[in-house]
């Protein structure tokens, strides 16, 4: 499916809609509550409303395979995937801050395994059926390093798995919609410039007001009263 073909089919329907781009793709909300993004791939994600009369037709109407209906979709674009290293105080503080603007957050140490590794759990949320619209990446104090040779250099970095998850993030939601908060002064991992991070001194509710506007730009609707 096609952005002009979706508009050709809610014109032909007499449905009204708002339109905008989104990351690799074309983004239609409709009255009904109805969320259709439709990607340069060809297919389109159904979110909001998923089981109305509309919903059902654009499924019908559209190439067997083009149309993915998230499993356990929650209102809006999705839930929010949290990568952590070893400062739980700080994830803590930020699944509370997330809940509290009325969002989904997303803790692997939360999920059952069900015999999956980490990889393949990250794999399951972030995959092309996963339903997560962004991600909070902590960049945490928890491991020290330094170029080789150069020990006087010694720096506070985040842990490994926390940079890799990060990469994974970024391949699968775009920059667009990974938010990397930084505690204190992390060595930022290379090539990070032009990506959106936000440094925070000891509390995750320092960077409150600058990660709503944030997920209101990504398209979420976060509750104004959570940074009260």
Known sequence: MTPDELRDELRRRGIRYDERAVQNGTQFRCPGGEIFTVYNTGKCLIQGTRDSELARAIQECSPAGRVVVPRDAVAGPGPVFI?????????????????RMGLEPVILANVPAKGDTIIEKLEHYLGEHGNVGFACVLLTPDDEGHRAG????????????????????????????????IKQEVEQPSDIAGLIWIGFKDKVAEVGGRLFRELKEAGYDPRADSLA
Do not use: T
């Not at 970095?157 to 994974?168: F, I, K, P, S, T």
């Open 83 to 99: 990568v952590y290293g070893h400062d739980e105080a700080a994830r803590n503080e930020l699944e509370l801050l997330l809940r």
């Open 150 to 181: 150069r020990p006087a250099e010694i720096r506070p970095r985040a842990r490994q798995n926390v940079v890799l998850e990060l990469g994974m993030v970024l391949a699968r939601l775009g920059r667009r919609r990974v938010a990397i908060l």
